[in-house]
């Protein structure tokens, strides 16, 4: 089982900046992709961007290419989401997501609310 943790939501003024972080624990030795998503009322979960564990690939929505920038930092087993020049249509609730392809398992957290104001 893995274990994730977000924090760093929060409301925003548009073209203002947030750092989502998302902490892991448990067995998190299978895992090969971590990412972020997002959901807004009314609307399908989407990708937000993801990257390999590794950190030799990443991958981003265009919606959010050149805006958002997911790192991570393998001593504390955080991913983070980097998010500038926030726009109205970010607002959702964003999720950290794990990928284990060696189990075809996916963990989720329980989410965090980015609210951005014009």
């Known amino acids: 089982q893995v274990q994730l943790v977000e924090s760093g939501g929060g409301l925003v003024q548009a073209g203002g900046s947030l750092r989502l972080s998302c902490a892991a624990s448990?067995?998190?030795?299978?895992?090969?992709?971590m990412g972020w998503f997002r959901e807004a009322p009314g609307k399908q979960r989407e990708l937000v961007a993801a990257?390999?564990?590794?950190?030799?690939?990443?991958n981003y929505a265009d919606f959010v290419k050149g805006r958002f920038t997911i790192s991570k930092d393998n001593a504390k087993n955080t991913v983070y989401l980097q998010m500038n020049s926030l726009k109205p249509e970010d607002t959702s609730v964003y999720y950290c997501?794990?990928?284990?392809?060696?189990?075809?398992?996916?963990?989720w957290g329980q989410g965090t609310q980015v609210t951005v104001s014009s």
């Open positions: 448990g067995n998190i030795f299978s895992i090969d992709v």
């Open positions: 997501n794990f990928h284990s392809s060696m189990y075809s398992r996916s963990y």
């Open positions: 990257m390999t564990t590794g950190g030799d690939s990443t």
